[in-house]
């Protein structure tokens, strides 16, 4: 490098291969990389090591350069599939406003028939609980934390609109969808915000140890912790726990797959194999499905449409005008189709 360059700041969490400890980032410079005639564009971060250490060759940019190359397949290790998960590396911490003044809720008595149900679940899992039967059997534990959530200070991150998830996976032929395990729970809290979570039941008081759904910021710290996991991994994508790759041929997207499966493991993420989807050329998702003929509408979701019958007042036809609205990207000259029924909802127009 013939000069030094300028480190830009970069909020990445970058943590050690055998400690998993965070490391020190000094900042990030693009520049040109070449090797062996080929050449490419790579992102460079700078950190602080303890000690002397060698610097680090992405996969990606190695591949780029043809220092090595992969054959067109993937490898899925069971490891990913078994256990209970525990992201490496973070803890989350609730921000409790000391200004609430704490509650003790009533408690709700669970029916007799379900309690050996509970007793299992809370040894599975070792604020007031809702215990719902599960269709398959057992039971799921809901806690009540509409009072908790009061005093928890909500930290905001932006969640990802419709519009980018399209702009992202336009033009892509392949697709994979993990879904998490019990996605939330695979998050540790940290030890000072345990308190807020406990609930009482037949057996006595519990509390959580990790994130659980309910709690009023948890979607939002989900979104952004496991996309700053996955942001640097090109053709891979996060909404909330699902975990979308996506590429325009199969070796390339074989490749955001691997890469997307490694760094999951790396961190401790354990998958859920039933209700993945690994390879396919269509992906239905946000009602919404994308394959290789571009974008269309999920079926089911313009069913209501297609059967729905002819309005007999202002109130139908605005009902109807609402549905159609969902849709409307999809319909070339909508607002002129679409005219004559927003005449109608003037309270001028004449019904018979």
């Not at 220092?67 to 256990?83: D, H, K, P």
Request: net charge positive.
């Amino acid at each position: 490098m013939r000069k030094k360059p300028i480190l830009r700041p970069d909020p990445i969490a970058i943590y050690g291969y055998s400690n998993f400890e965070k490391l020190d980032v000094f900042g990030r410079f693009t520049a040109s990389i070449q090797c062996n005639g080929e050449k490419t564009q790579a992102t460079f971060y700078v950190v602080q090591t303890p000690e002397k250490a060698c610097n680090l060759l992405s996969a990606t940019t190695s591949q780029e350069l043809k220092i090595i190359s992969f054959l067109n397949n993937v490898t899925i290790s069971e490891n990913l599939f078994e256990g209970f998960g525990k992201i490496k590396g973070i803890k989350i911490k609730l921000h409790i406003d000391e200004k609430v003044q704490p509650v003790a809720q009533k408690h709700r008595r669970i029916s007799y028939h379900i309690r050996k149900d509970t007793e299992a679940e809370l040894k599975r899992l070792v604020s007031l609980t809702v215990v719902i039967p599960k269709k398959t059997g057992g039971v799921r534990l809901c806690v009540d934390m509409r009072r908790a959530n009061e005093s928890i200070k909500r930290k905001r991150h932006p969640m990802p609109t419709l519009e980018e998830v399209i702009n992202e996976l336009n033009g892509s032929k392949f697709f994979s969808r993990l879904d998490l395990k019990q996605a939330f729970h695979q998050l540790e809290l940290s030890e000072e915000s345990r308190h807020i979570t406990t609930f009482a039941t037949h057996v006595g008081l519990r509390r959580y140890k990790r994130l659980m759904f309910g709690i009023n910021a948890a979607p939002e710290l989900f979104q952004h912790h496991l996309n700053q996991i996955l942001h640097d991994i090109q053709g891979a994508t996060n909404y909330i726990d699902d975990v979308i790759i996506f590429g325009k041929t199969r070796e390339e997207h074989d490749r955001n797959l691997q890469a997307t499966l490694d760094r999951l493991q790396e961190r401790g993420v354990k998958l859920n194999k039933d209700k993945s989807l690994f390879g396919a050329q269509k992906l239905t998702f946000l009602g919404h499905v994308f394959g290789e003929d571009g974008i269309h509408l999920e079926p089911q979701k313009i069913k209501c449409i297609s059967e729905a019958t002819a309005p007999t007042n202002i109130a139908a036809v605005r009902s109807f005008l609402g549905m159609t609205q969902y849709v409307s990207r999809f319909i070339r000259g909508y607002a002129t189709i679409t005219e004559p029924l927003r005449m109608l909802t003037k309270k001028t127009q004449p019904w018979t």
